[in-house]
C-alpha cells in the first residue's frame, strides 16, 4: 500500500493536495505516475502545508545529507534544528536531471546509485562540475520502510543507474609508475582509487610498477577476455609501453580491444589531455578519473615506427625532433619539477638551439592509405603520391592526437582517429622566430600564425637525418630513440577509455 503523501515539488502541473489513499503495486506503474522515481525525505519536525502531492511509498526514503570534498552546501545539510522534507523525482519533467530536495543533479554527472542494504543507504555518485572542473559531492540517501520498500529502492536505484548511462561492469588493470613525473602518482591515485571504490560496476586490480619495462610486460600478459582495461597512472612513456606491451602480442588485434585509460601523472600527459579534452573535460585527476568510471572509449591511431637495426615500436603519440625534442629529453633531470621543467629548460634551447638537419618524405593525408605492409626502412619508398621537403628543422613536430601535451594543443581540431598525423615544422629559424614560436604554444594554436610555422598532414612519413654526425635527440613519444633513419606507418587503432559520447547500449529506459 502506498499512500499520498505532501511534499514540496517542482512541477507546475503537479495535483493539488488530496488526503487521501492510493494502490499502487509495482514500481513500474509508480514510476509511471510520477514521471520517475519519488520518495520523501523528512528530519525532524513535522509535515507543513504544502502546495503540491507526490505519490510515495511511505518511508521509502527517510533522511538525507550532502557530502562532498568541502563543497557541501550547508543549507542543504538535514538536521533536527531545521525541519527539512525532501522530494526526489524525475523523468517526464526532465529526462537530464534528478531533483533531490533543491539540488538539480544532471544524470551525466552521476555515476551511479549504490544501494547498501543493510545499512539502509543509497549513495549517489555525484562528480558535478564547480569552477571548471570536477569535483566529488556524494548525497546519501537514508532508506525507511520493510523489505517491500527495500526491493522498490533496489529497482529505483537499477533505474537510475540505467540513466546515468554507465558502461557495465569493467574489470580494470591500473599500472602506477612511482617514479613518473614529480613523484606524485600514488596520491593521485588514491583520489581516483577513491571514486572507482564506492562504484559497485568497476573491479580493479593494481599494481605498482617497480622498474622501466615492467608495464609493457604486464600489458603483454594480460587476458583480454578478463580485462576490459588498463588504466595507466603514469605519464605518456608508460602509456607508450603499455601500447607496445599490447601490439606485439600473436594476439594483437584482440589485445589491442583491451582499452587504455590514463590517469595524469606524468609531466606531458598527452593522452590524458587529448581524452578529456575531445570529451569536454577540465584536464585534472578527478575528471579523468570520472571519464574512466563512466566507461565509454573512443579510438586511437597508431603507427608503426621503423629505424635500422631497432625492434619495430608503436607509437600513440608521434616524433619530436630539434629544439623540441631538446626541451623534451633534455631536462630529464629537472623531473622533479614536473611540467615546469619544460618551461625553464626552453630557455635554455633558445640560446643554444640545436636543428636538425634532415630529410622528410611524407604521404599527404588527401591521398588514401599508403600501401601495407610498410617497407623496410633499409628499402626505397614505394612510389606513390611522396612530397619531400628538407630542413634543416628546427622545430620537426609529428603528432596523431591534437594535444602533444597537457598545455601544448599541437594540432588545433585534430581528430585521434581518422588516421591523418600532423607535422609541425619551424626550418632554420632564428632566435625571435623561436622564442615566438615557443611563447606562442601555450595559447591553443597561436603558435600555428608564427611567421614560418608551416604545418602539413600525412598519413606516414619517413625522416632520414642528412648529417653522419648529427646531434640532437629524437623523442618517440616522450622517449628517446637512435638519432637514424625513422619511418611512421599506419597500424590501425587501439582504444582509449574516455568519451563524451555513450558507445554502448545503455539508453536511458525513460525515453520522455
Ligand atoms: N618504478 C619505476 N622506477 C623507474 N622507472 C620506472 C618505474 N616504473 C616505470 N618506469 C619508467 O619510467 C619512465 C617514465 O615514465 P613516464 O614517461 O610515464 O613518466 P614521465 O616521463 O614523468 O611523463 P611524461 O612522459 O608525460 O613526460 C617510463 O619509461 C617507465 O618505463
Known sequence: MYELLQAPCTREDAAPLKDTSYSVPAMDDLWQI????????????????????????????????????????????LNERQPRRWCCCAGRESARNLRVGSELLRFEDLLGAVLDTAARLVRLVHCPVSSGARVRRDIVLHVGGDEKVLAAVNEWTSRLNEK?????QRNY???????SGSGQAASRWQQARELFDSLTHL?????????????????????????DGIIVVSGDGMVHEVFNGLASRSDRSEALRIAVGHI????GNALAKSILHSSGEAFGVLDA????????????DLMTVSQPSQPDRTSFLGLSAGVIADVDLGSEWLRFLGGFRFTLYAGVCIVYPRPLLAE????????????????????????GPWASISGPFTVFWSSNMEWTSYNTQLAPGQSMEDGVCSIVLLRNAGRVALTRFLLALESDGGHLDVEGTEKLECRAFRLRPLSTDARGYFSLDGEEVPLQPIQFWPAGQGRVIGSSSPDGPIDSVMAV
Not at 264 to 267: H, L, M, Q, R
Open 34 to 77: 510520477t514521471g520517475g522515481l519519488c520518495g520523501v525525505v523528512e528530519a525532524g519536525g513535522t509535515i507543513g502545508p504544502s502546495v503540491h502531492t507526490k505519490l510515495v511509498p511511505r518511508g521509502l526514503v527517510v533522511g538525507a545529507e550532502l557530502e562532498g570534498d568541502g563543497a557541501t552546501t550547508p543549507s542543504q545539510s
Open 360 to 383: 622528410l618524405h611524407y604521404w599527404p593525408s588527401h591521398a588514401g592509405q599508403p600501401p601495407m605492409p610498410p617497407p623496410s626502412i633499409d628499402s626505397e619508398l614505394p612510389t
Open 264 to 267: 595524469p601523472a606524468g609531466s
Open 173 to 179: 588493470h591500473a599500472l602506477i609508475n612511482p617514479a
Open 164 to 168: 546515468c548511462k554507465v558502461k557495465g
Open 289 to 300: 578519473a570520472f571519464l574512466i568510471a563512466k566507461g565509454h572509449q573512443q579510438d586511437l
Open 203 to 227: 573491479n580493479i586490480t593494481e599494481s605498482f610498477t617497480t622498474r622501466a619495462g615492467e608495464a609493457g610486460e604486464i600489458a603483454s600478459q594480460l587476458d583480454p577476455r578478463q580485462c
